[in-house]
């Protein structure tokens, strides 16, 4: 079957005359076309696309002549009869067979023309009739198609939203966690300055408590804990920076994917409503032969499948670093505060240790100012003692001096005299002995001195760490970040 516009090529669809004229051909306007796509001419020309060629073709007849009769056979065609008035003179041109057999002639070629013309008339009906319903099934066809691919990029279009929305959802919830990572590792640096200012601190103590004790190796441990929590909380603050990348990255292809979906999805719900009484429509010639498309069905499916996928992906990921992120604030919290408490213990028992050493250091000051007080004293009391024995002396050894005066037998060695020389000797004796304890209670009192002197010392040493421990390390000690902050929540 030919289609509807082309040249009929059946021989049933030409008559046997040959064609005069044409009618003038129904010229197109250029302007009623849109430019959309270029115009390509057909291969041919049509006056009137709908009808055939011979629709307006004339019928030209060549008529013979009858041949003459038997009368007129020898007749020469250059001989020419006179021509006579009277009807009985003339010769006649036909025979009644002639004109009967003209006659039957022209009956069969217009029975002919006529069964031609009804055959061409019932294959016309039944092609426009095959052709309607071709073009109707053609239609419905590309109908259905385009109404299975508006469920397909509807169905794409739901899957895109959904994911796209949880997507959102995870990206906002991973940047609130990584906010609360920052502040929690901003509220680090607080007691990690307090640590190394009381290490600093208790480098001014002085002499014997200058030493490595709990205290001191337990701020070590407390500055290593906070230095290890801030190393942990940097790493997963750069992998949630990371992530965060990722998922953005993520998000702007399923944007995209959906927003690509939502303009094709529009474009093919207009085509799918679109009818043969629409406005709108026209006609793109040639636009059949352009051929824009970069995909098949299968790679369409998967490029969105394989976007969806990688934003599945991401998510996981991305919840994953989250609960990570939550475990590190709880633990890191957990050891700067079981860190903080165990140096606060260790301070309080330091502290203490100290406060009694230097009770004892009083104790003993003042046992040792009231014994040097009290030697004082006994010295004192010593040189008077030695100062008062000095007139006996005198006068034992001005009575033995007077008594050698005595003359000649006088000088006995009378108990008197046998006592005055026992009293000078007991006298010196005694005096040598309140001497030598004087010396005695002098050394004792420099060894109190000495003793008074170091205890002295020991206790400004004893009030120093005491001060330090206790006002400026204790007195920083006082606050600290509380769990909360500790985990980024205010």
């Known amino acids: 079957m030919e289609l509807v516009g082309s040249p009929l090529t059946a021989t049933h669809a030409h008559p046997r005359s ?10 197109t306007m250029a302007s009623s076309y849109k430019n959309r796509f270029p115009y390509y001419p057909l291969p041919q020309t049509f006056s009137l ?11 030209a007849i060549n008529p013979t002549l009858a041949p003459f009769s038997k009368c007129a056979e020898g007749i020469t065609p250059g001989k020419t009869l006179p021509f006579v008035c009277n009807r009985t003179d003339l010769f006649t041109r036909y025979t009644p067979e002639d004109w009967y057999k003209s006659n039957m002639t022209n009956y069969k070629e217009s029975e002919t023309s006529r069964q031609n013309a009804e055959r061409l008339r019932d294959d016309t009906c039944r092609m426009i009739q095959d052709k309607h319903q071709q073009t109707m099934k053609t239609q419905g066809e590309s109908t259905k198609n385009l109404g299975v691919r508006v469920n397909d990029i509807g169905f794409w279009k739901s899957e895109l939203c959904h994911e796209l929305d949880e997507m959102i959802k995870e990206t906002s919830a991973l940047t609130d966690v990584k906010k609360r990572l920052e502040r929690a590792l901003a509220e680090t640096e607080a007691p990690l300055q307090v640590a190394r200012e009381c290490l600093l ?8 408590d200058l030493v490595h004790d709990e205290v001191e190796k337990q701020l070590f441990r407390e500055v290593d804990i906070i230095k290890s929590c801030q190393e942990r909380m940097q790493q997963h603050l750069d992998k949630a920076k990371a992530q965060l990348m990722s998922n953005r990255g993520a998000q702007h292809d399923l944007e995209r994917d959906l927003a690509n979906k939502q303009s094709a999805h ?16 026209s006609y793109y010639r040639g636009v059949e032969r352009v051929d824009a498309t970069i995909t098949v069905p299968e790679t369409w499916a998967k490029f969105t499948d394989t976007n969806i996928f990688r934003s599945q992906n991401d998510r996981a990921a991305s919840a994953k670093l989250r609960d990570n992120i939550e475990t590190l604030l709880a633990v890191t919290a957990d050891e700067m505060w079981s860190q903080f408490n165990t140096v606060n213990v260790a301070f309080t028992n330091r ?4 406060a009694d050493a230097k009770s004892k250091i009083q104790t003993h000051l003042a046992k040792t100012l009231q014994e040097i007080f009290q030697l004082e004293m006994n010295i004192a009391a010593i040189r008077k003692a030695i100062r008062d024995k000095g007139p006996p002396l005198k006068v ?3 009575r033995l001096d007077e008594r050698t005066w005595r003359p000649n037998m006088e000088l006995c060695r009378d108990p008197p005299q046998l006592r005055l020389v026992n009293e000078v000797y007991e006298l010196d004796e005694t005096i040598q002995n309140l001497q030598q304890r004087l010396s005695d209670a002098e050394d004792a009192l420099q060894t109190l001195v000495r003793a008074k002197s170091v205890l002295e010392h020991d206790l400004a040493v004893k009030a ?3 001060f330090i421990d206790q006002e400026k390390c204790m007195g920083m000690r006082k606050t600290f970040p509380s769990t909360p902050r500790l985990v980024g929540y205010v």
Do not use: V
């Open 18 to 27: 040959t064609p005069n004229k044409f009618l003038p051909a129904i010229s």
């Open 49 to 59: 696309p709908w009808m055939p060629r011979s629709y307006y073709k004339t019928a």
């Open 201 to 208: 601190h208790r480098e001014k103590r002085m002499g014997i």
């Open 266 to 281: 529009r474009i093919d719900d207009k085509c799918y409503h679109l009818r043969n009484t629409s406005d709108g429509i």
């Open 351 to 354: 502290i203490s240790e100290t």
């Open 396 to 398: 034992a050894q001005t």
């Open 464 to 466: 120093n760490s005491l």
